[in-house]
């Protein structure tokens, strides 16, 4: 009873101190890993040319790496790296991008959950060289494909 109170208490305190820094031009502040949700992610794997890297699994990072994802070590190595690097490994391609008409297969994948403190849904698919890219540097928390 005294931790949801508490939880509480601590989560109006960290809203009214990023009230402030935005108000006075500083931005917002990262979030606090006390009041962050773990980092729990599904990703979900289709059509990448290997039976066993296609389903959909579990992965837990922080602390020590655990879930039915098949390389959660690596995988959350290399989601630290991208949180200590300040990169956003689920960012869509912008819009604006131009990317090559290269097709690097049917595989698609959806990583759904919460990563730093905040939610992620993000869709994944190898259409274009842009796509390709963004799959291979989210591996190995995205498996090797066959094309």
Same mark, same amino acid.
């Given at each position: 009873?005294?931790?949801?109170?508490?939880?509480?208490?601590?989560?109006?305190?960290?809203?009214? @101190?990023?009230?402030?820094?935005?108000?006075?031009?500083?931005?917002?502040?990262?979030?606090?890993?006390?009041? *962050?949700?773990? +980092? *729990?992610?599904?990703?979900?794997?289709?059509?990448?040319? /290997?039976?066993?890297? +296609?389903?959909?699994?579990?992965?837990?990072?922080?602390?020590?790496?655990?879930?039915? /994802?098949?390389?959660?070590? !690596?995988?959350c190595k290399r989601l630290a790296q991208f949180a200590q690097d300040g990169?956003?490994?689920?960012?869509?391609?912008?819009? +604006?991008?131009?990317?090559?008409?290269?097709?690097?297969?049917?595989?698609?994948? /959806?990583?759904?959950? /919460?990563?730093?403190?905040?939610? @992620?849904?993000?869709?994944?698919?190898?259409? !274009?060289?842009?796509?390709?890219?963004?799959?291979?540097?989210?591996?190995? @928390?995205?498996?090797? @494909?066959?094309?």
């Amino acid at each position: 009873m005294l931790r949801p109170l508490l939880l509480a208490s601590l989560t109006a305190a960290a809203t009214a @101190v990023t009230a402030t820094t935005t108000a006075f031009g500083l931005g917002t502040l990262p979030p606090l890993p006390l009041l *962050s949700t773990p +980092d *729990s992610l599904t990703v979900s794997i289709e059509r990448s040319g /290997h039976a066993e890297a +296609d389903g959909t699994f579990e992965l837990r990072c922080g602390g020590t790496p655990g879930g039915t /994802h098949p390389a959660a070590e !690596n995988a959350c190595k290399r989601l630290a790296q991208f949180a200590q690097d300040g990169a956003d490994p689920f960012a869509p391609v912008p819009a +604006d991008q131009m990317c090559t008409e290269q097709y690097g297969g049917p595989a698609t994948a /959806h990583i759904t959950g /919460h990563w730093k403190g905040r939610g @992620v849904d993000a869709r994944f698919s190898r259409a !274009n060289g842009c796509e390709i890219g963004r799959w291979e540097n989210l591996r190995p @928390v995205l498996p090797r @494909v066959t094309g």
